[in-house]
Each structure stands twice: as structure tokens, then as C-alpha cells.
């Protein structure tokens, strides 16, 4: 299982985390990854969740084995 949020904001805030945070806390052995996806321009990683912007999208559904 991987938790997705997505945002439209252009940075990312602390309250974001809840949610992926959350769902990993109750699925503790099937939660895979974390990821918050933003409408900023940068991809990163912060502790334990993937931060990915908008326009990358396509390319992060493909490393997910998601898109074709």
C-alpha cells in the first residue's frame, strides 16, 4: 500500500504528514512508501516520505510500476 496526499500548495507544511502519517501508523506492515505530491518544484525525500512536485508526476507513477 502506498499513501498518496496530494496538495496544491507550493510549499510543504508540517500538517501535510498527517494524513500519510496516519495511514501508516494502522498499516504499519503493508504501508510501503509515503508520498506527498505538491505544487512546488522540487522532489526530495524528508525522514520517511517521498516529497514529489506536480509535473513529476508521470515519471514517479512509472518508478511506482503505476503507469505504463
Known amino acids: 500500500l502506498i499513501p498518496i496526499e496530494i496538495k496544491t500548495?507550493?510549499?510543504i507544511h508540517t500538517e501535510?504528514?498527517?494524513?500519510?502519517n496516519y495511514f501508516a501508523s494502522i498499516h504499519p506492515k503493508?504501508?510501503?512508501h509515503?508520498?506527498?505530491?505538491?505544487?512546488?518544484?522540487n522532489s526530495y525525500k524528508q525522514k520517511?516520505?517521498?516529497?514529489?512536485?506536480l509535473e513529476s508526476l508521470t515519471g514517479f507513477l512509472r518508478e511506482l510500476r503505476v503507469a505504463p
Do not use: R, S
Open 9 to 11: 500548495a507550493e510549499t
Open 16 to 20: 501535510f504528514f498527517i494524513g500519510v
Open 34 to 41: 509515503k508520498t506527498i505530491i505538491y505544487a512546488g518544484d
Open 48 to 53: 520517511d516520505t517521498q516529497i514529489e512536485y
Open 30 to 32: 503493508h504501508t510501503k
